[in-house]
């Protein structure tokens, strides 16, 4: 999956089934408490491991297409 693009240009992370919400974070260049208040806002879907908070990578590429069109990504 090197260097893989999917529709709309989007660029899945290597290797990963579910990133945290500092990674969702880093990738979009916005503050943790950004993406925070996407989850709580219902935007976004997390799956709890534990207390570990997780955010599936399908769920990252969804809402980047659903953003891509309106600029915010």
Do not use: Y
């Amino acid at each position: 999956m090197a260097n893989e693009r999917l529709p709309g240009g989007l660029v899945p992370p290597e290797g990963k089934a579910f990133l945290s919400i500092s990674e969702v974070a880093r990738r979009w260049g916005v503050s943790t408490r950004t993406v925070q208040r996407f989850v709580a806002d219902g935007l976004l879907e997390v799956v709890h491991f534990g207390r570990a908070v997780r955010i599936a990578v399908n769920e990252v590429l969804r809402f980047e297409a659903t953003r891509r069109s309106m600029n915010f990504i």
